[in-house]
């Protein structure tokens, strides 16, 4: 009898074994403490060969990164349909973000948490990603406060402000979240919509909040 030849695993899949058990190890225990035979042992593999895909540590977390923030980017499109009213497509964005990092957790520590604090090439990766999901939140509400105000030329610089505070909040919350047992993507969000909504949807029928005319002591 001849010898029984296993079929060869494709390169795309295993190398996505390697960057799940890189995404798992990465972000449980840190950038630092986590180390490529851990990485291998996890994956099924030798150590050589995920050097031999990934060609160092430093190559494989910047693919961790990059895979996990167009997963997450892509999450949130997704979740929006233009179709709804202002506060559904705020709503849905955010129910996807925080959905997509409860279930990601792993993901969600490696964007939050290792890339921002282990080098100015890591942290830049991230900046990218967060850029991408401001300017998406950044139009989301400029073009319903355009309708509000009748002003197909309201600049979106009016509102960037408010998109970079509220993509910030959405950051802080979902690390909140996943650290904090029983709170649901569900309930994150609905937290951070009652938190935004109400001054966003002033500002979507011209009735924005202003500072006091009078000078201060």
């Known amino acids: 009898m001849g010898a029984v030849k296993t079929k060869r695993m494709p390169r795309a899949v295993r190398e996505q074994q390697m960057l799940d058990a890189a995404v ?11 180390s490529m035979d ?3 042992e996890l994956a099924g593999v030798s150590k050589p060969l995920v050097y031999l895909y990934l060609n160092s540590k430093e190559d494989l977390f910047t693919a ?34 925080f959905t997509h990092t409860a279930q990601n957790p792993d993901g ?13 090439r890591f942290a830049a990766e991230v900046a990218a990603m967060r850029e991408e ?15 509000a105000h009748r002003d197909p030329d309201l600049p979106e610089h009016e509102v960037a402000g408010l998109a970079e505070a509220l993509v910030g909040a959405a950051e802080s919350l ?17 937290t951070l919509m009652n938190f935004a909504w109400a001054g966003l ?17």
């Open 108 to 120: 969600w520590s490696v964007l939050h948490l290792q890339a921002r604090t282990h080098g100015e």
């Open 201 to 217: 949807s002033n500002l979507m029928t011209g009735h924005p909040w202003s500072p006091p005319t009078t000078p201060e002591p």
């Open 64 to 97: 961790c990164i990059r895979r996990e923030a167009k997963a997450l980017t892509e999450a949130v499109r997704a979740g929006v349909r233009r179709d709804l009213p202002a506060d559904r497509q705020l709503w849905e964005g955010l129910r996807a973000f």
């Open 38 to 40: 851990e990485i291998a």
């Open 24 to 34: 798992r190890t990465f972000g449980q225990r840190g950038y630092m403490a986590a």
């Open 133 to 147: 999901l401001v300017a998406f939140v950044t139009q989301l509400i400029a073009v319903a406060a355009r309708e």
């Open 174 to 190: 979902a690390a909140w979240a996943n650290a904090t047992p029983g709170v649901t993507a569900r309930q994150a969000a609905a």
